[in-house]
Nanobody, 122 residues
Framework: VQLQASGGGLVQAGGSLRLSCATSGRTFSTYVMSWFRQAPGKEREFVAGISLRGGSQFYADSVKARFAISRDNAKNTVYLQMNSLKPEDTAVYYC????????????????WGQGTQVTVSS
């Protein structure tokens, strides 16, 4: 599966953005899908993940109640709705696909998208 992230941009604090990650291939529904982010000078960190059929979602404490992950298996796409954005949310956001292993650990993931920049101004 190949991943293509989009939807990033510049937004003021308190604003919203919706990221999308479109995938190719027929195996999308066999992957747990997640979003990670990496700010300058920092390690890549887990943001949110979603199970194969979307019944379970996982979030980093820093984004709970502000971000929502969803997926549409018919469209082979995973989304990240980001609300109440803060300057500390500024980072490059990556979507990733997981077959097995910990959803929270970047090294577990099999496929990565190219990243989309999110910048939140104060």
């Amino acid at each position: 599966v190949q991943l293509q992230a989009s939807g990033g941009g510049l937004v003021q604090a308190g604003g919203s953005l919706r990221l999308s990650c479109a995938t190719s291939g027929r195996t999308f529904s066999t992957y747990v899908m997640s979003w990670f982010r990496q700010a300058p000078g920092k390690e890549r960190e887990f943001v949110a993940g979603i199970s194969l059929r979307g019944g379970s979602q996982f979030y980093a404490d820093s984004v709970k109640a502000r971000f929502a992950i969803s997926r549409d298996n018919a469209k082979n796409t995973v989304y990240l709705q980001m609300n109440s954005l803060k300057p500390e949310d500024t980072a490059v956001y990556y979507c990733a696909a997981l077959r097995g292993g910990s959803v929270y650990v970047a090294e577990s993931y099999d496929r990565w998208g190219q990243g989309t920049q999110v910048t939140v101004s104060s």
